[in-house]
């Protein structure tokens, strides 16, 4: 959940009331949201080890957890609208989008170029606003938090605020090589291009950790104005020439994309939050964007959404009995403007606004009534039906095949579900066929690329990681792997598996051995030969599995009833093997280690 840092008294004030700490974590509560401390910037800067705290102010300051899909909650300026709203001492604001005074609007080409790295752009003007430190230390702050939420570290949208009076319109979107573009960077004194920007801000704390999205890329994006000044790079920097100030009149705001519904969300949380220091609160200059194929969009879109619920639904799942105006007024309070429906008497309808991007369903909208209504004020009752809960069978077996496996002198261990790419077969001497393992298609690091298919990389990450331990290191696994699976709604499954492992001086082929057997025995399913067609069991083959060692290692199969089909089945359920030298050596592992890995969904 993001924190919101909000000066206390000016909270205070905006909310017409001085609360104590305990008031305030009341009203939080029932908010929903959640108050996490009261401090001030000198004191969380003692408590962070910071000796120099003398010229640090001592002024109260409010942390206050927010809930990551309540964008408007981020800068003190919604949280502090949405309580008076919620405390019934305001009405929601009606926003407005105002034409410039001589009628013509801002305009953003966009080239064909941009298709290439990052294709939309909105954007929007706020003007006449009146910028004071405090709130313009808001604004900042609040471009930040969207950066880190909704935009996903700039990689989904990234915001340029400008001062209007210093560019001149219409404006383009273009992308170019690197040489070609040249500008000086927000707060430096120096022109750079594009290559000498990358490695101006190549250590920087704050943008370094940007350079990524567009380093690799053949071309740039770039904001330029009507006299090819360049107003932003963007996702990376502003330029210096439009940097906005306390004195700034007129705030030119373009956000790139690539995509262009999170790009509008933010243009209109931004536009929302600030609008009211406007000379007009709440008003806001739309503006023009034309695509290489002619199509115009105007941005921002402040049209309300439609939304319904029904009065029914709501009711049966808070346990009340609210009657529709009831519910409209609790709704009134979120900010949500609700009525009851023309068509249907069961039905609220809602008009919601710009900032409430997290009503998605009906669901949400009953979710607002209940903290309208109070959590504290439900009713308590007991459940109209008696139910018995049981463990799945596979999960009974899961914990039966785990209470055996730790008998035999084996410890659980418990890795992750996902592993890099090579982890899952190239440290295995596996081939990736495309068909068999889930990708991530944005995969956060290089180690978390794919899920899992088999549940042995975990555990020999899990035995580099404890090779200090004594001699022999027995472990095991039992837990899920994921495939691909066309044939599914989900076009994937998961495989509950059994991996265990043994790790000494010697390879323990024959303890691994043991291990398989002795759960067999406690399975019920007999040792057969492969020939004994008549017979339910198991048998083992030679197998040819360059993850093991050449001519240690065995096939396990399995004769069974399938308990959907009643067929007579044949499968392939794992198998078990000294490991190859190359597979130890990619997990950095010296001693012999033999692994068994098995299906167990055919035993349920």
Known sequence: MPTVNVDKLALFEALEKNYTSEEFFELCFRFGIELEEDTSEKEMAERGGNKSTENLSERAILKIDIPANRYDLLCQEGLSRSLRVFEDKAKPPVFRLVKPADGKLQQIYVKESTKQIRPYVVGAVLRNITFTPENYASFIDLQDKLHNNICRKRTLASMGTHDLDTVQGPFSYEALPHKEIKFVPLNKEVEVDGDELMELYAEDKHLGKFLHIIRDSPVYPVVYDANRVVCSLPPIINSDHSKITLDTKNVFIEITATDEHKASTV?????????????????????????????????????????????DYINSCTGLDLPGEEICRLLNRMSLDAKISADDANEVSVNVPITRWDILHACDIMEDVAISYGYDNLPKKMPSVNTFASALPLNKLSDHVRRETAMAGFTEVAPLILCSHDENFKFLNRADDSKTAIQLANPKTAEYQVVRTSLLPGILKTLNSNKKLALPIKVFEVSDVGYKDETRERRARNERHLCATYSSKTSGFEIIHGLLDRLMTVLSTKRITKSDTKKLGYWIEEAVDSTFFPGRSAYIFLRYIDVETSERKTLRIGSFGVLHPLVLESFDLSNPTTAIEINLEPFV
């Open 267 to 311: 243009l209109n949380t931004l536009c929302a939050m600030f609008s009211e220091y406007c000379s007009e609160p709440f008003t806001m200059e739309p503006v023009e964007i034309i695509y290489p194929d002619n199509t115009v969009k105007i941005f921002p879109n402040i049209e309300p959404r439609q939304a319904s619920a029904k009065i």
